[in-house]
């Protein structure tokens, strides 16, 4: 289909808007992950690293989207455990034993989300316990912190870019559609980052919180890669749900705060 063919189908415009709003609800991830990473850097960095995070993000989707046909044989299963078992009787839950590209690429990045979300709440309990070499301001210890962060950012995008095109692809057959979906989504990304990073920055509390997501964002992409489907609407409704929670405490101190003031 040509492009004035997409411009004048109202199929198509129902297609986008629904693949923005999906992008933006698996995007969600990725910016709470670049806002908390970002924020550990520099002052004059972190605007920069979350630029350049999701600059590669959309450059890393448009190039997968261009190898479409290859990414979709990431489904295909690449080995089987040989592990036989009948189904549980009253809906227990059992495990998938063959792995495919797809699979093996989200219990790494669960992996790793794991990993670095147990390592900074570690660190947010005991500052003191850590290397220190975020902290130090010295501009040969910032820049390698600086490209150990854009590392870490680009690992995860990788995860988050395959799973939400593979997503996609079952919703349009159309790349353009699906390129400025996109393009739409990390720009609203963008436009979110700064001020995301930096009610979170103001708001220490939050930083636990966020945290908290990202390890069960992690275990879910493990039991994902392992054939355990978590509807993601229960992870986005507990993430609300605390969200909106830690919203009415922050209201309430604000509010005790500001009377102390008074």
Not at 222 to 235: C, E, M, N, R, T
């Amino acid at each position: 289909m040509d492009i004035l063919a997409l411009l004048t189908d109202p199929s198509a415009w129902i297609a986008l808007l629904t693949l923005v709003m999906l992008e933006i609800v698996l995007g969600v991830d990725n910016l709470v992950f670049i806002a908390i990473l970002s924020n550990k850097l520099p002052a004059d960095q972190q605007q920069k690293a979350r630029r350049i995070g999701l600059a590669l993000a959309l450059i890393m989707r448009i190039g997968l989207l261009t190898l479409i046909g290859w990414i979709v044989t990431l489904q295909q299963p690449l080995f089987d455990l040989g592990l036989t078992g009948k189904p549980g009787a009253h809906g227990e839950v059992t495990f998938e034993t063959a792995f495919s590209g797809r699979d093996l690429i989200l219990i790494g990045g669960g992996l790793f989300l794991l990993w670095k979300a147990t390592k900074e709440i570690h660190h947010s309990m005991d500052p003191e316990g850590d290397s220190g070499e975020m902290l130090d301001r010295d501009k040969g210890v910032a820049q390698m912190a600086f490209s150990s962060a854009i590392a870490q950012i680009i690992a995860l995008d990788i995860v988050f870019s395959i799973d939400s095109i593979l997503t996609a692809v079952g919703m349009t057959d159309d790349v353009p559609i699906m390129i400025a979906a996109v393009v739409i989504t990390v720009g609203l990304m963008m436009i979110a980052s700064d001020p995301l990073a930096r009610f979170i920055e103001k708001n220490p509390t939050l930083v636990m919180l966020a945290l908290a997501f990202l390890v069960m964002i992690g275990v879910v992409l493990l039991a994902d890669g392992f054939g355990v489907h978590v509807p993601k609407a229960y992870i986005y409704a507990a993430m609300g749900f605390s969200a909106a929670v830690e919203s009415l405490n922050i209201i309430s101190r604000n509010r005790r705060a500001a009377k102390l003031r008074g």
